[in-house]
Nanobody
Framework: QVQLVESGGGLVQAGGSLRLSCAASGRTFSRYGMGWFRQAPGKEREFVAAISGSGGIRNYTKLLKGRFTISRDNAKNTLALQMNSLNAEDTAVYYC??????????????????WGQGTQVTVSS
């Protein structure tokens, strides 16, 4: 069992930036592929980005158009999501997740085994 805790959410003006963090417990963090998902009211949870256990492979939904960057620091057991040029469509609860598959290619929620509690991101116009 791995515990995940997101932080860094909040209210931001359209066009601004925000950096989300996810702290993971345990001593085998690098054995998990990690991902970010988001969910808006009335919508299904959707894939945002994924990263392999070593950090060498990154995968993004093309809907982001290059605005977001996923990264990890295995020495600190942390995952991050840098979000730039935010707009109202980015408003959602953002979740970090861990997968027993380490390839960084998993884009479905069902492929992840552990989830954080989520952090709210609200973009105002």
């Amino acid at each position: 069992q791995v515990q995940l805790v997101e932080s860094g959410g909040g209210l931001v003006q359209a066009g601004g930036s925000l950096r989300l963090s996810c702290a993971a417990s345990g001593r085998t963090f690098s054995r998990y592929g990690m991902g970010w998902f988001r969910q808006a009211p009335g919508k299904e949870r959707e894939f945002v980005a994924a990263i392999s256990g070593s950090g060498g492979i990154r995968n993004y939904t093309k809907l982001l158009k290059g605005r977001f960057t996923i990264s990890r620091d295995n020495a600190k057991n942390t995952l991050a999501l840098q979000m730039n040029s935010l707009n109202a469509e980015d408003t959602a609860v953002y979740y970090c997740a861990a997968s027993q598959s380490r390839d960084g290619l998993r884009s479905s929620a069902s492929e992840y085994d552990y989830w954080g509690q989520g952090t709210q991101v609200t973009v105002s116009s």
